[in-house]
Every structure is written in C-alpha cells, then in structure tokens.
C-alpha cells in the first residue's frame, strides 16, 4: 500500500544475502562451480549512501571479478545501462542481483542466456502465483528457491516489507518440474 520507491530502488539487507550464500554453500559448491568465470549483478545500486549490496558480499566469499550494471544514473556500478540491452564479451558463471519486480521475468529470461552457470534473484515470493508466469514457469523452474523467514527491510524504507521474499536459484539447462525449497 506505500508508494514505490524511485527506479524501483530498494537497498538489499546484506545481512539477507549473507544468509541467502551460507544456505546455498552448504547445498551446492557454487563457488568452485563459477571458478574461472566472471560474476554480474546487472541492477548492483548503490548511491553515496549504500554500498553495492551483491558485490560487497559477494567479494568476501570469493575472489573472482564481479561486473556491475545498472540503469540508475547515480549508481556506484561500473555500467550505467538498460540491462536487457547489456551485452559482454566475458564469461558470465554467476548473475546475481535484486530486479526491479516490474521487469523481473525478463531479466531472469534475459540472464539466461548470458549465463553459463547461475542465475539467482531476490523475488518476492509471490512470484511464482502468477496465471502471466505460470507457463514460463512450467518449462524454467529454479532448481532451488531460498525462502526467507523474517521479513526483509530494505535499508531505505520506514519498516519490514509486507511481503515475503525468496532468492531464487536457477542452473543453467537444468529446469525441473518442481524447486527444491529450504527456509533460511
């Protein structure tokens, strides 16, 4: 019921996505799975308040080159461009980021086919009821969906968000018929 932020701006709790890469190590190798290759979060924000939520976790999990995107002009990322127009010639093993809900489906769609191993996205969880999505989600289940527990709040609102969040995790050509699902 509040209004939305501008650019569909929201800071991602690092202490979340913490969680979110403690969970998943324990489930899947990722990090030797992505070694030799380069990781992106195509909407990395950042502002001179806020680091770059993704990054800044992520660097201290591995040592591997992290790309930065985002359309937001005053954004600390590296690239300041539409995503689904992003193109690179580096080998991307890892995308990583919070979408911006409206065009949520179009950068997974959009993600996968930049990237070799993973693409994983913070998603309200509501996500997957959707009569619009469903038939996507037919043939490109993640194979593991992360759900968090609390509620998040974003380091840019008033209080926790009203809805339940979950960081979705797709490999790469492997979609099955369901997600394995694990609270966190």
Aim: glycine content about 4%; some cysteine; charged content about 25%.
């Amino acid at each position: 019921g509040k209004p939305r932020n501008i650019s569909d701006y929201y800071v991602t709790p690092q202490t979340e996505i913490k969680k979110f890469l403690d969970a998943w190590k324990e489930d899947v190798s990722w990090q030797q799975d992505i070694k030799g290759y380069v990781i992106l979060d195509p909407c990395a924000g950042g502002d001179e308040f806020h680091e770059m939520s993704y990054p800044t976790v992520i660097s201290k999990y591995v040592d591997y080159p992290i790309i930065t995107n985002d359309y937001r002009q005053d954004s600390k990322a590296m690239y300041k461009e539409d995503f689904l127009k992003f193109q690179t010639a580096n080998e991307i093993g890892l995308i990583i980021s919070n979408p911006p809900f409206c065009d949520a489906l179009k950068f997974i769609q959009h993600s996968l086919t930049i990237s070799k191993k993973y693409v994983v996205f913070l998603l309200r969880l509501n996500f997957f009821g959707s009569q619009e999505r469903s038939e996507w989600f037919k043939n490109h289940m993640p194979v593991y969906t992360y759900v968090h527990s609390k509620r998040l709040k974003f380091l840019n609102t008033s209080g926790t968000d009203s809805i339940e969040y979950a960081h979705l995790v797709w490999k790469v050509g492997e979609f099955p018929r369901f997600t394995r699902m694990r609270l966190i």
